[in-house]
């Protein structure tokens, strides 16, 4: 009986308390503040608004993105390359306010849609996009070597 005194059952009911009433405001503060970023990994098909430059032709192109968080992952592919082509994630980036940045590597052969040769040389490229609407986009594509960004729009793909 000794251990049912007035200070001890004061202290534990503070401690009790408190823990109680902080566990409550950082619960209610992550309900309110702490969302998680809208899905946009998938197949996107990219509409530059003018051609590259020292290509013939520079069709529409294909981004794909794998999605972790706001963590990104994807690559570039030719317009008419099959989706579920095993490649490398050539580019990195992040997804933070509705804005999305990826920056990395992409070979010339697929940025012009022509054959790849053996010796593909690779270009820096940067990719900056607007989410519009749930799933459209709005950016620019920065291709090392080219002075102006190129403008593009990009509209999911169906899943086939």
Known sequence: MNHFNLKSLTFYGV?????????????????????????INGLYRLTLSENLPNCEK???????????????????????????????????GIFRNQQLNLSG?????????????QNDSLNSVTIQMQLVDKSNMTGQLTVNGIPQPLKFTAVPEKAN
């Open 58 to 92: 520079s069709d529409t192109l294909t981004l794909k993105i794998q999605q972790s968080g706001i963590y990104l992952n994807a690559s570039v592919l030719s317009a008419n390359a099959n989706a579920d082509t095993d490649e490398k994630h050539s580019l990195a």
């Open 105 to 117: 590597k992409v070979g010339k052969s697929i940025l012009c849609n022509i054959p790849r040769p």
């Open 15 to 39: 401690a009790i308390t408190s823990v109680l009433v902080l566990f409550k405001t950082v619960t209610v503060y992550g309900e309110n503040n702490l969302k998680a970023p809208p899905p």
